[in-house]
């Protein structure tokens, strides 16, 4: 008996006096013992780095299933030869960086991406180069990760025929910063994606969109740039999200918009720019955001409101040289328009407190008629115009007569960001 217990106890304290083997670092180059990505990946053990030297190496459905770092040195290179994924993270706590990755998959039934991540935690993918792929990224039922300083670059000119940048499904926790994301379908894809930010990311000539998410909740997107997208932003069936100083630049189209906000509940659209976009915000059926601080300049139309849309707060913004700065599909309004700078205001600040003495009518008949029939926009110049607009001013019968800024600024409102 006391043998049994003394054998006992030694394998209870064993594990106290037993270091933990150390954290090695497998070179994988052409002359190295291990020459082969594969080889390098099979005699890792947990937490062991991986390190690729310069060169091209075979990257097809190459399958990580251990916590391990893979890292490339510069102008390490895995070519998936167009067959199917390059990496497949199968496991928690998994770091891939300074790799370049050309030559994934392409198909039409199955989501090819260069980078896959299924059902993992606590994973890094950082500084990466990833060219021409289907899906650059593709991220499902993940969680608490972060995806960085990345380029991830394609030149697709068909949806059909092209992936997202980075595609996130069902995950949470994720951070998506500082990517450089181009010539794809969408730059960044959400869907069901919770507790995530989405910061300083640059979105430029993607096909659809330069970030679109759905039915994401408790999200936010800062300092993001969207240049050049056939529509900058679609948040979509979403509610408690924050959308703060970005940039919505050239995103121009007969149907481009900077930010498309469909069935919204509860966000914050504070200290952005919109210049030159076809619409600057388009909104339909959203419900509870606070418009504040932003920058709407020389765009087609500044804000596009489309039926049920309620409760909504549009403050100290700034409207510039638009062609319209706000239009409406309804008579009816139950949104607020308050302190706003309107370079079109021609009224007059008496008192000298900074604020127009005389209400500002943002809607004007001319925007009403051309939601009826584009085709009038050719008129836009014409003095008919001004004259209609001034009788509907003076008494509004198609316009919503209770939409009216009653203390509109009399200088443009300066903000601290870059403009």
Not at 53 to 59: N, Q, V
Not at 291 to 320: D, M, P, Q
Not at 353 to 363: A, E, I, K, L, Q
Request: with cysteine; charged share 20%.
């Amino acid at each position: 008996m006391r043998l049994r217990n003394l054998a006992i106890l030694y394998f209870l304290i064993l594990p106290f006096f037993v270091r933990a083997s150390p954290v090695a670092t497998i070179r994988v180059c052409k002359d190295c013992e291990v020459r082969t990505i594969t080889q390098g990946l099979e005699a890792a053990s947990a937490h062991d780095t991986v390190l690729i030297e310069k060169g091209t190496y075979e990257g097809v459905a190459l399958e990580i299933r251990k916590p391990v770092t893979l890292m490339g040195k510069e102008g390490a290179i895995l070519d998936g030869k167009s067959q199917s994924y390059i990496l497949r993270i199968l496991s928690d706590s998994v770091n891939v960086s300074g790799l370049t990755l050309i030559n994934a998959g392409r198909s039409y039934t199955r989501d090819y991406a260069a980078i896959y991540l299924s059902r993992v935690k606590h994973f890094s993918i950082i500084n990466n180069v990833i060219r021409d792929p289907f899906f650059g990224i593709l991220i499902e039922k993940s969680h608490k990760g972060i995806i960085s300083g990345n380029l991830v670059t394609s030149n697709r000119i068909r949806e059909d025929d092209s992936g997202n940048g980075v595609h996130a499904w069902h995950c949470s926790g994720l951070t998506i910063r500082n990517n450089e994301l181009s010539g794809l379908r969408d730059g960044i894809y959400l869907e069901f994606v919770e507790q995530s930010s989405i910061e300083d990311n640059n979105s430029h000539n993607n096909i659809r969109y330069g970030l679109h998410f759905m039915f994401s909740n408790h999200d936010k997107y800062l300092r993001n740039i969207f240049r050049e997208n056939g529509a900058g932003v679609a948040v979509m069936f979403s509610k408690f999200i924050e959308m703060k100083e970005n940039r919505f630049v050239q995103n121009w189209g007969t149907a481009s918009y900077g930010l498309l906000l469909k069935e919204i509940y509860d966000a914050e659209v504070e200290g952005n720019t919109f210049h030159e976009n076809t619409i600057g915000i388009f909104i339909e059926g959203s419900t509870r955001i606070n418009y504040t601080g932003n920058h709407l300049e020389r765009n087609g139309w500044a804000i596009k409101v489309s039926g049920g849309c309620y409760l909504n707060i549009f403050s100290a913004n700034n409207f510039l040289s638009n062609s319209f700065d706000v239009s409406y599909n309804t008579k009816m309004n139950d949104n607020r328009f308050e302190g706003n700078y309107w370079s079109g205001y021609s009224g007059y600040d008496i008192d000298k407190d900074g604020v127009g003495d005389v209400p500002y009518r943002p809607v004007k008949l001319f925007s009403y008629i051309v939601n009826k029939t584009p085709e009038n926009i050719i008129l836009l110049r014409s003095l008919f115009v001004d004259i209609i607009n001034f009788s509907e001013k003076v008494s509004p019968v198609f316009t919503p007569d209770d939409l009216i800024d009653n203390t509109p600024a009399m200088k443009r409102l300066d903000y601290d960001q870059n403009r």
